[in-house]
Each structure stands twice: as structure tokens, then as C-alpha cells.
């Protein structure tokens, strides 16, 4: 089963992004992990030594100290980032679900829900504009409670979407009446229905609306 993919990202560093996560991770209970991406120069690298992760302050501790079961630290320069993207979610496919917390990371996936973190502090770096474009919640600093609470109600949501999906589709086909029912029960976009069936190689058929 692919595991649910939270992509949580921010205007720059120290907007909050770590806070958001660690908080919402504590929410969503067992068998989650976490991909904290860090940018480099020049090299790629997948740290997983606990002792390292451990380390006093750093990010990778707080989620540890959070709940993950696993925590992956990712360092790469972005030409590089698509493999070894690749090679740490396969390494975690196993979880329920898997946090991660970068910007660049969005150009090679697709989350099934997206947060912008938006510090107001000072402009957002350009590698924010891709993450903000597609969130599917922004979260302004003063108002942080609400937007957990709104985060875990959609990934609830988008969880019992990929359920249903699984459950109704047939020789992995699905009528587009019945995916448009599914969206209107669960209160989700008909994009967010195209967009899981896509992820789950389901095909919506006999659409007359255009919806999807």
C-alpha cells in the first residue's frame, strides 16, 4: 500500500515548518515517518544513524522526540534530489504515512496534501512559490491551532477517499458518477478525487461533465 504523503514547506527557514510538523505528527499517532530535506552544494546523502539524527536542536531529534518511527535525513543539491527522493521513500513504503519537510521536494512528487507554512517576516525564498502555489492549506503564524485541526480533518478525509476509491473500482476502472458521489459524501474537491485515482492508477470512466 502507498503510504499517505504529507509535504509540508515554508516561506524561508525558521518560519515554523518543524513546530507544524512535530505537532501534527503527535496528532496522527503510530507508524508514521519523517523526511526532513536539507539543500546542499555539492553532495547527496540519506543519513539514518540514530546518534546523528540525535544530535542536540536539530530537527531531525524533535520528530524523533515527536513520535516518528522513522526518521530520514536527506541532503542533496536539487539536480540530485529525484533519486535519492526516490530511494528514501522506498525505504520507508512500509509506514502508514510519511511526513516531509522541504520546498524542493514538490517538483518530483505528488502529496496528497500539501501545507505552506507563511512567515511574514520578510519575502518567501523562490523555492516557496511552487510549495504555496499548490498547498492545500496555508497557515498564517497566528493561527496555527486552527490550521492543525483543518490539516488532520483533511487527511482524514483524503484517507477514507483512497479507501473508497480501492473499494469501489473495478479492474481498476471507476464510474465518473460514482467518483463524483464520493467526492460530494466526503466534502472534497473533484480534483482531489482526480488526483488520488491518479496516484492509485484507478481510471475515471464515462465522464459527461468534465469533471475530471
Not at 484517507?159 to 481498476?172: C, D, T, V, W, Y
Request: aromatic share 6%; net charge positive; hydrophobic share 35%.
Amino acid at each position: 500500500m502507498k503510504p499517505f504523503i504529507v509535504l509540508i514547506g515554508g516561506s524561508y527557514s525558521g518560519c515554523g515548518k518543524t513546530t507544524f510538523g512535530t505537532r501534527l505528527l503527535r496528532s496522527l499517532g503510530k507508524d508514521w515517518a519523517v523526511i526532513k530535506y536539507t539543500k546542499t552544494g555539492f553532495y547527496s546523502t540519506i543519513v539514518n544513524n540514530k546518534d546523528m539524527l540525535s544530535v542536540d536542536g536539530k530537527d531531525t531529534r524533535k520528530y524523533l522526540e515527536a513520535g516518528a518511527c522513522e526518521v530520514l535525513w536527506v541532503q542533496s543539491p536539487k539536480e540530485g534530489l529525484s533519486e535519492v527522493l526516490s530511494m528514501s521513500l522506498e525505504r520507508l513504503s512500509n509506514y502508514k504515512g510519511i511526513i516531509i519537510e522541504g520546498n524542493s521536494p514538490i517538483e518530483f512528487l505528488k502529496p496528497d496534501v500539501v501545507v505552506f507554512l507563511n512567515g511574514l517576516e520578510r519575502p518567501p525564498k523562490g523555492s516557496a512559490i511552487k510549495v504555496k502555489e499548490r498547498a492545500d492549506i496555508i497557515v498564517r503564524p497566528d493561527k496555527m491551532e486552527d490550521a492543525l485541526k483543518e490539516t488532520e480533518e483533511l487527511i482524514s478525509k483524503k484517507s477514507l477517499l483512497s479507501h473508497e476509491l480501492k473499494k469501489r473500482a473495478i479492474n481498476n476502472k471507476i464510474s465518473c458518477s460514482v467518483a463524483r458521489q464520493i467526492a460530494e459524501t466526503l466534502g472534497l474537491r473533484y480534483r482531489d478525487v482526480g488526483e488520488m485515482a491518479d496516484a492509485l492508477g484507478i481510471k475515471i470512466v464515462n465522464c459527461e461533465l468534465g469533471c475530471f
